[in-house]
Every structure is written in C-alpha cells, then in structure tokens.
C-alpha cells in the first residue's frame, strides 16, 4: 500500500497454549482511521497491545521508520479524592505550560472559555478525579498529542460517556485529523460511529472475519459471523448518509 503507515502480517497471539489471535493481517495507510470491531473477548484490546509491542507475538508488526504512537486507554481508574491536578498529572511528562496550554486548547477547552488565561483555573488546578468522563477523555487525548504522535490508538474513546459527549469527542477526533495530519486506530462497539468515521474496519473474533471500507464488508453474513444471534441489533445501529 502506497503511504503505508502500519502493515501487520501474519499475526498470533497466545498466553500459554490459549491462541487469542490468528493469521491477522493488514494495513493502515497514512492519513486513514480504521475501526476495530469484534464481540467481547475477540482480542481487540490484546491487537492494541502487540501493535503496541507489549505482548509478546508470532508474525510481523511493521511501523513506518520514525512513526510516533500516541495512546488512549479506555479509562483510568482514578479515585475522586486523589490529590492530584490536571497540571500535575501533565507534569508527568516534561513539557513547558505554553506546551500544555496548547494540547488543552487543541481539544476544545479554549471553547469552553472564552480567554485561554482561563485554562489553569478551568482544567489544570482542578483535581483529575473530579472532571467529568467528557473532559477526563480529552485531557488524556491532550496528554497523548504532547508527543506530536503520528498514530492515536483510542480503546473505546467514547466508554462511560453520554451521548453529548461522544458527539463532541468524534467531531473533535475528525477536526484533529484532519489539522495534525493523524492516523487514527479506535476500538469500538458502536457500528453508527465506524459507518461515519472510519476508511477501513477490521472484524475480530481471534480471527479476522472482514476488512475493508465499512459500507462493503459489513455485511449481515459478518455480523452474523461477528455477533451470531445478536447480529440484528448492531444492524438497527447502522446509520445511513
């Protein structure tokens, strides 16, 4: 693939002599967003890790030379009373408050006020266990854009946000993209969010069932295939243009 930015060959996972994941193979062009779709338990999550290098696998995981990972998990466990700010928790990687300020207002905080001389008594002063899901999953994409990746890998951006949120979240993905020049790879379950957002999906359950635009290879046979009997309700999530 011309602009290839990641190409996975011939891919296994497996903790002891349990295989979660086999013969996957794909690539991801420049610029793209690929969707990661799959029943509970498909190894979705376990692809994100040996992309990641953090699992040991069989096979091949080629980035582009010189490619930058950035990384949103799911969610942080964090309890409310932890005494720790926004500001603190950037503080975990050295970068300047221009910095900072900067990968906050890329998320949409400066629209949230109208002077970003606001940002530190709005977001950065207030303890992290405190902000909403909405806001904790922007400041953990902010957190991630500080290294100017050239990949985000989202596990489930929109996880234990309401609907509002995950409009704002999707919206602020695509104005990212399409700005800092990214590549996005997203888990998901939700089919409406890959129809609309996603050049590519590729479907899990420990192998790969399809891959290809969305509006080509979601077909009821790869549901069925994904979901089994649950296939008809991801159908009804299916929302046309």
């Known amino acids: 693939m011309k602009d290839s930015l990641l190409r996975v060959t011939d891919l296994k996972v497996k903790f002891d002599h349990h295989v979660v994941l086999d013969d996957i193979n794909f690539e991801v062009g ?20 040996a992309l990641l290098g953090l699992v040991p696998y069989e096979g091949k995981v080629e980035w582009a030379k010189g490619t930058k990972i950035g990384y949103v998990p799911q969610k942080l466990s964090i309890e409310k009373d932890l005494p720790l700010t926004t500001l603190e928790f950037f503080g975990l990687k050295e970068k300047s408050r221009k910095e900072i300020d900067d990968a906050l207002a890329s998320v949409g905080f400066e629209e949230d006020k109208p002077h970003k001389g606001h940002l530190s008594q709005h977001v950065l002063n207030r303890k992290i266990g405190v902000l909403s899901g909405g806001e904790l999953q922007r400041v953990l994409i902010a957190f991630a854009l500080l290294e100017h990746p050239d990949v985000l890998l989202f596990d489930e951006p929109t996880a234990g946000v309401d609907i509002t949120a995950e409009e704002t979240i999707y919206g602020l993905l695509r104005k990212l993209q399409e700005r800092e020049n990214l590549t996005i ?45 649950e296939a008809g309700v991801y159908e009804h999530h299916h929302e046309h243009k």
Not at 203 to 208: I, S
């Open 185 to 229: 790879i997203l888990i998901s379950h939700e089919l409406h969010v890959v129809y609309r957002y996603a050049n590519n999906v590729i479907c899990l359950n420990k192998e790969k069932i399809c891959f290809g635009p969305p509006r080509e290879v979601l077909d009821k046979e790869s549901l069925e295939k994904l979901y089994g009997h």
């Open 30 to 49: 420049k610029d793209e967003t690929l969707a990661v779709i799959g029943p509970n338990g498909a190894g979705k999550t376990v692809l994100f890790r």
